[in-house]
């Protein structure tokens, strides 16, 4: 079974400063990966994805994440953070070629954006 | 843009009653997802529905049942609303096995 590790369940950080969100994921066969962003009290939008291809994915809002696959994550990046970054990230992994379309989630990382 | 909808942003029930949670998309997806978002636990798969009248369970589908009578539209019910149902409901679809389109949420309490 397939299952994704946010190791850090909150990032607090200043504004302007660089902010990494990392994602551990583990599968036996090869996948997607997703981040998702979560503001108050909204649904899920999705930041960047990972098909095939470049392992660097950029993505909106001045995201970006790398594909590792002998390390098995897809930490997030961002160089200079704002205060509205402050919102709840995802990772997500869904398995490719299987029957199973379905995302399994991490557990989230609440980022949060200090003046 | 695609836009997936569900019924009621706020849904306050009492324990014991039929609960039904609708959710609508309008790009043709051919699967539909009930997730429920607990904090630390981040989300997890009640349901899916990978074509019309076809479910499969998800993780925790206990307490749950799932109808999609129609191509776009993929309800959640709750038989017997309990205490600990109380939670965050989003409701996801998607083409094939790529990204999930989620609809707003439904915050529901069980008193």
């Known amino acids: 079974a397939q299952s994704v590790t946010q190791l850090d369940s909150q990032v607090p950080v200043f504004e302007e400063a660089p902010v990494e969100l990392r994602c551990n994921y583990s599968s036996s066969v090869s996948v997607y990966l997703f981040w998702y962003v979560q503001y108050p009290n909204q649904g899920l939008q999705l930041l960047l994805k990972y098909l095939s291809g470049s392992t660097l994915v950029k993505g909106i809002n001045g995201f970006e994440a790398e594909f590792n696959k002998s390390q098995t994550s897809f930490h997030l990046r961002k160089p200079s953070v704002h205060i509205s970054d402050t919102a709840e990230y995802f990772c997500a992994v869904s398995l490719v070629d299987t029957g199973r379309r379905a995302l399994t989630f991490g557990s989230g990382t609440r980022l949060q954006v200090q003046p | 843009d695609v836009k997936v909808t569900q019924s009621s942003r706020y849904l306050v029930k009492r324990t014991g009653e039929k609960v039904f949670l609708e959710c609508v998309q309008d790009m043709d997806h051919e699967n539909m997802f009930w997730y429920r978002q607990d904090p630390g636990l981040g989300l997890r798969l009640i349901y899916f529905s990978y074509d019309v009248k076809m479910k499969e369970k998800g993780d925790i589908p206990e307490g749950y049942s799932v109808s999609r009578e129609k191509k776009e539209r993929f309800s959640l019910i709750l038989e017997s609303a309990s205490t600990n149902q109380t939670s965050m409901y989003l409701c996801?679809?998607?083409?094939?096995?790529?990204?999930?389109?989620f609809g707003p949420g439904t915050r529901l309490t069980v008193t």
């Open positions: 996801a679809s998607s083409f094939a096995g790529y990204e999930q389109y």
